[in-house]
């Protein structure tokens, strides 16, 4: 009888052995697939430099910094105030501000001469002057923009607020403005 436990024990340590090593080479192989799937992981979610990605308000400032010259200007659907403003420049800034200025010729404009601004709602197409900030104590003015490479639109509607005298006359500036500027 003693025999016959000892050929128990030797076919159990035989079958215990040969489930070990097969064990073994399927746990190696969930290793080195657990390995590989971390590593994939891990380089997935690297950025390109560590540069945080830019909001939208980020790249539409991009677009529109710099200085600006008009090309085109209309008032309430007509051109004949357009030579007023052709030449004129408007510079914006980093810092959100307007700087408007030219070198002759216009009589009033819905242009303050510096002025800062915010985007509005609509981060791609809206702007809010921020002309309560201003001596005159106007009301913000809402514009819709676009912006095109090295082309930039700018209306104005209704506009309501001070005719800004540029060149000592004074001349109506309340209704739609529609200007066009090339980029310097």
């Known amino acids: 009888m003693a025999a016959s436990k000892e050929f128990d024990f030797s076919i159990f340590t035989f079958i215990f052995r040969t489930y070990s090593i097969t064990r073994m080479k399927h746990l190696a192989r969930l290793l080195s697939l657990l390995i590989l799937v971390s590593a994939g992981i891990f380089f997935a979610n690297c950025d390109n430099g ?8 980020d790249k539409q400032l991009e677009k529109l910094e710099g200085t600006w010259t008009v090309t085109g200007a209309e008032f309430e659907g007509s051109t004949a ?3 007023e403003f052709l030449g ?4 914006i800034t980093s810092n959100q501000e307007f700087n408007f200025s030219q070198t002759g010729g216009v009589d009033a404009c819905p ?4 002025v800062d ?4 709602g609509n981060v ?3 702007i809010i002057r921020l002309d309560s900030n201003l001596p005159s104590g106007d009301d ?4 819709t923009y676009d912006v095109e490479g090295d082309n930039l639109s700018i ?4 506009y309501s607020g001070s005719g800004y005298n540029i060149a000592g006359k004074a001349k109506s500036v309340n209704g739609d403005w529609e200007f066009t500027f090339e980029r310097n």
């Open 50 to 57: 560590g540069d945080p990605k830019k909001s939208d308000e």
């Open 81 to 83: 105030r357009q030579d």
């Open 88 to 91: 004129a420049e408007l510079e």
């Open 111 to 114: 242009w303050p001469a510096s």
């Open 117 to 120: 601004w915010e985007f509005g």
């Open 124 to 126: 791609m197409s809206q």
């Open 140 to 143: 913000d003015v809402s514009l």
């Open 155 to 158: 209306t104005i509607e209704d």
